[in-house]
């Protein structure tokens, strides 16, 4: 039997590279996995060689301690591979298949799935509706930062790449379909972008990056994004955004009409989260700052759509409402100037197909949008710890070294 070796977090800012059991079709009681899903079943699922894994921002917060993740949590959500193995109940995935995991979890079964809205399946979790590989409260599902990993479902979840050859000397660019790329475009449609919009990307981490692109590919006129660091905010500007310097400027509406001749956008995108900081000089932590600014800058009757992530439970937060996700929006603003919100997971399957169609036509070049860079299995710790410091690169883990340089 092969061997397995996978990142885990071990505790606030620190996580290694551990020997973990190879992946079968049962889940198996582990850190984080849900008693009430130990011991299922999932001939329906099929084992993956894995060829590519992302570090994302939601996988930071954990590493931050802002989650209740346990200690040996193997990390991991946005997984390329190639199947190695098929449960007895699978039809139409086959072994040499190289695939595409959607981050969310679904059954294919259930009233959400049959709906569309596989991002809170209502079979996979035990506690709640939706479910994610290697991520906390998400029913224990091991997660993809590893050498091999289980997928279930697989009929119903996988995007099959047409090509196999093809799609290697693009995986740079196919790897973000699990996660980044349907979300930042989630994000930029929940928002209403059309030709012509302009828009407002809150936050120039890879999901911004992702979200600002998407913005250019629905035919936005202008896309800025506003950020506290210049490094992640050059990188915006290289594929044609405009920008604003949050830490430099507090008033971002005056930043927006410098560049609008106005003081408001159509429509806006949070790519941040709660762990948002303040404009300004005084940049601290301020968790509602984000959902506030947004509302103040887009017009009337105008969207907003939420990528960014929201969390019931965060024991380092500021103030004890925040621990529970209780922050100090400004809903009246909203109400008032009859916006609409769009929040909550992206529901990939919706998108991952025809983005990877853009891709493959050489429409999207969202590898070079988010700085994709490749590393090895034992370089993640690094590549994790560099994250955190603000670094403006999209990590994609290569844990078997098939990917060329």
């Known amino acids: 039997m092969a061997g397995n070796r996978a990142v885990a977090y071990v505790k606030p800012m620190e996580v290694e590279v551990q020997d973990i059991s190879f992946p079968d079709l049962i889940l198996r009681d ?39 993740a346990p200690s040996g949590l193997v990390l991991g959500h946005e997984i390329t591979g190639e199947v190695i193995e098929v449960g007895r109940d699978v039809e139409y995935i086959r072994k040499g298949d190289l695939v595409s995991v959607p981050f969310n979890i679904a059954c294919g079964r259930c009233r959400s799935c049959k709906e569309r809205n596989t991002h809170v399946c209502l079979n996979v979790n035990p506690d709640r509706p939706g479910s994610a590989y290697g991520y906390v409260d998400m029913g224990g599902w091991v997660g993809g930062q590893s050498e091999y990993v289980m997928v279930p479902y697989a009929d119903f979840q996988l995007l099959k790449f047409p090509d196999k050859e093809q799609a290697m000397e693009k995986i740079m660019d196919l790897t973000m379909l699990s996660d980044i790329f349907p979300t930042g475009y989630h994000g930029a449609v929940s928002a209403g972008v059309k030709p012509g919009s302009t828009v407002y990307i809150a936050g120039a981490g890879p999901v911004g990056l992702a979200a600002a692109h998407s913005a250019q590919l629905l035919g936005a006129a202008v896309v800025i994004v506003g950020d506290l660091n210049s490094e992640r905010l050059a990188q915006a500007r290289s594929f044609g955004c405009e920008t604003v310097n949050l830490k430099e400027h507090a008033n971002l509406a005056e930043q927006i009409e410098q560049i609008l001749g ?33 509302m103040e800058v887009t017009r009337a009757g105008g969207r907003l759509g939420i990528p960014g992530l929201y969390v019931t439970g965060d024991p380092g937060a500021i103030d004890a409402d925040a621990k529970h996700g209780t922050l100090k929006i400004r809903f009246g603003l909203g109400w008032a100037k009859s916006h609409t919100f ?32 490749k590393i090895s299995l034992d370089q993640a710790p690094a590549a994790y710890a560099e994250f955190d410091k603000g670094a403006s690169k999209k990590f994609v883990i290569d844990p078997h070294g098939l990917v060329k340089a």
């Not at 159509?266 to 947004?294: K, W, Y």
């Not at 990939?348 to 700085?371: E, T």
């Open 262 to 294: 106005v003081p408001e956008v159509d429509c806006a995108v949070d790519c941040v989260g709660f762990e948002a900081h303040g404009h300004g000089h005084a940049h601290g932590e301020a968790p509602a700052t984000v959902l506030n600014s947004i």
């Open 342 to 373: 769009v929040t909550g997971q992206t529901p990939v399957m919706q998108y991952h197909r025809d983005l990877m169609m853009s891709i493959l036509s050489g429409r999207a070049q969202i590898a070079k949008a988010v700085n994709a860079t």
């Open 30 to 68: 582990g850190p984080g996995v849900n008693p009430l899903n130990v011991g299922r079943k999932c001939e329906h699922g099929v084992i993956l060689k894995v060829v590519t894994t992302n570090i994302c921002g939601s996988d930071q917060h954990m590493v931050r301690g802002r989650t209740t």
